[in-house]
Each structure stands twice: as C-alpha cells, then as structure tokens.
C-alpha cells in the first residue's frame, strides 16, 4: 500500500497487517502512543522522516533492517516504542532524532 497521503484505517476490533516484510514510511508518524500499529511480519524497515514517532507492536520475533536501500533499519524523528512479543533485532543502522 502505497499513498502520497494519509490513511485512515477503522475498526470497531484490532487491525493486524501480515506479511514476510513491511516497510512503513510516514512523513508525520506511525501510529500512536495509545494506537500502535499491530504487524505480524519478520523484517521491518522503518522510518519517520519530518516529524512524530512511531508506536509499533510486532506479534512474533522481528528484524530490523534496511529493506528499501536507504541505509537505514530504522529512522524517527520523534518518540515511540517498537515492541515486540519476542525477540527484535537490528541489522541495520537506526537513527533516532526525538
């Protein structure tokens, strides 16, 4: 899913986006504090690149790292947590700008 704009997701229950790998890129955050984004996948890239943060629950063990080339696993200019219910790990640089 790919959009110049915003995306609204609702839902009366969660909402949990699957896959292999996910790269999430926003230009003002990534989900909230009290609404993190749920993914089910192994390797993520992800990236806020003016500003906010990022708010992401991972269902399994995760990697981290730079899937789209910008030499980067992770880049936020904010905040944020990114849990996961088991292992995380980072095989590529993070930056992180709050």
Do not use: C, P, W
Not at 29 to 45: E, H
Not at 70 to 92: F, L, P, R
């Amino acid at each position: 899913m790919v959009t110049g704009d915003r995306i609204n997701i609702n839902s009366y229950d969660s909402v949990t986006f699957t896959g292999q790998t996910a790269i999430l890129s926003s230009g003002t955050g990534i989900g909230t504090s009290d609404q993190a984004i749920a993914l089910d996948v192994s390797y993520l890239d992800i990236a806020t690149t003016q500003s906010g943060g990022m708010y992401v629950q991972v269902g399994n063990a995760v990697t981290l790292s730079d899937l789209n080339e910008d030499g980067k696993a992770v880049q936020s200019m904010g905040d944020g947590i990114i849990e996961s219910a088991h292992s995380i790990h980072i095989t590529g640089d993070a930056t992180i700008d709050s």
